[in-house]
C-alpha cells in the first residue's frame, strides 16, 4: 500500500528565504507526482505535475524534482513571500490504481514579513 | 487551466436531514470525478471514485447507503449525505480528471455543518 509523507509538518520562514519542501513515498511504482497549494477553507490549486519519466518541473519562483527510485520529490520556493503562506500538499498517482491519488499530510508553511 | 465547480460553498441542516452537494466540470467533460473529505488539520481522504453512467466505487470504510454518488453526465457529479449527523460534518472536496490531463483539478470545497 502506498504511504506519503512530508516533513516537516509545519515551517515558518522569514520573507525572502527559499522554501524546502519535502514528499516521500513508499512505492517508486508511480505514475505522476503532483503539488498542490491549500489556502484555509479552500480547495486545492494544481501547482506542479510531474510524470514519473521526468526530473523536474519548474514554473516561475517554484520547482519541484523528482527521484523516484529513492521516492522523494522536493518542492522548492525561491524568494518566499507572505503570500505563499499556505498548506502545500504533494499527491501521488500510483501506476496500478487508475487515475486515484494518494495525499501526504501536507506542510503548513508561514511566510513572516 | 479547468475550472471545477462546487455548490453549495457552504451548507447547515438539521440532524436527520439528507443534503446534496453538486460537483460541476465546467469546460470540459470529466471522464471521472473524486470525492474527498477533510477534517481540521488533516489531509484529504479519498471517498469514492465515480465514473459517468455506471456506479461509484467506495474507499473501504465508507457507508455507500449514506454517501450517495451520483454521475449522470460527463459534467455532473452529486453527493448527497443522506440522514446527516453531527460528525457527518467536515469539509468536502471533489475534483475530475479528463482524457487529456494526467492529474486532478480539483473544486472549492463545500463546508458542512450538521447541527
Known amino acids: 500500500k502506498q504511504e506519503v509523507t512530508q516533513i516537516p509538518a509545519a515551517l515558518s520562514v522569514p520573507e525572502g528565504e527559499n522554501l524546502v519542501l519535502n514528499c516521500s513515498f513508499t512505492?517508486?511504482?508511480?505514475?505522476?507526482l503532483q503539488w498542490f497549494r491549500q489556502d484555509p477553507g479552500k480547495g486545492l490549486t494544481s501547482l506542479l505535475l510531474i510524470q514519473s519519466s521526468q526530473r523536474e518541473q519548474t514554473s516561475g519562483r517554484l520547482n519541484a524534482s523528482l527521484d523516484k527510485s529513492s521516492g522523494r520529490s522536493t518542492l522548492y520556493i525561491a524568494a518566499s513571500q507572505p503570500g505563499d503562506s499556505a498548506t502545500y500538499l504533494c499527491a501521488v498517482r500510483p501506476q496500478a490504481a487508475g487515475n486515484k491519488l494518494t495525499f501526504g499530510g501536507g506542510t503548513r508553511v508561514l511566510v513572516k514579513p | 487551466g479547468a475550472v471545477v465547480s462546487q455548490h453549495p460553498s457552504r451548507v447547515i441542516c438539521k440532524s436527520g436531514t439528507s443534503v446534496k452537494i453538486e460537483c460541476r466540470s465546467l469546460d470540459f467533460q470529466a471522464t471521472t470525478m473524486f470525492w474527498y473529505r477533510q477534517f481540521p488539520k488533516q489531509s484529504l481522504m479519498l471517498m469514492a471514485t465515480s465514473n459517468e453512467g455506471s456506479k461509484a466505487t467506495y474507499e473501504q470504510g465508507v457507508e455507500k447507503d449514506k454517501f450517495l454518488i451520483n454521475h449522470a453526465s460527463l459534467t455532473l457529479s452529486t453527493l448527497t449525505v443522506t440522514s446527516a449527523h453531527p460528525e457527518d460534518s467536515s469539509f468536502y472536496i471533489c475534483?475530475?480528471?479528463?482524457?487529456?490531463?494526467?492529474?486532478?483539478?480539483f473544486g472549492p470545497g463545500t463546508r458542512l455543518t450538521v447541527t
Open positions: 475534483s475530475a480528471s479528463s482524457a487529456s490531463y494526467a492529474g486532478q483539478y
Open positions: 512505492d517508486s511504482a508511480i505514475y505522476n
